[in-house]
């Protein structure tokens, strides 16, 4: 068992059930990239929607040239 440190019982549930999930969400990746076919499916689909967020947008590089390389 973790040493949570003297923190309340809600508060170590709360944090073993957020590690939990994010171990579940890396379990999924996993599984992920180890199906090609699905693996690209996912990758072209993230491409749509990261295209779609961005529509209308101005260019970054050029809203902050400071830190562009």
Same mark, same amino acid.
């Given at each position: 068992?973790?040493?949570?440190?003297?923190?309340?019982?809600?508060? @170590?549930?709360? *944090? !073993?059930?957020?590690?939990?999930?994010?171990?579940?969400?890396?379990?999924?990746? =996993? +599984?992920?990239?180890?199906?090609?076919?699905?693996?690209?499916?996912?990758? @072209?689909?993230? *491409? !749509?929607?990261?295209?779609?967020?961005?529509?209308?947008?101005?260019?970054?590089? =050029? +809203?902050?040239?400071?830190?562009?390389?």
């Amino acid at each position: 068992m973790r040493d949570f440190h003297g923190v309340t019982l809600g508060e @170590a549930v709360k *944090r !073993l059930v957020k590690e939990h999930k994010i171990n579940r969400i890396m379990r999924r990746y =996993e +599984e992920l990239r180890a199906d090609p076919e699905e693996s690209a499916g996912y990758r @072209a689909e993230a *491409r !749509l929607t990261d295209n779609a967020a961005g529509d209308g947008l101005p260019d970054a590089g =050029e +809203e902050y040239p400071e830190y562009s390389r």
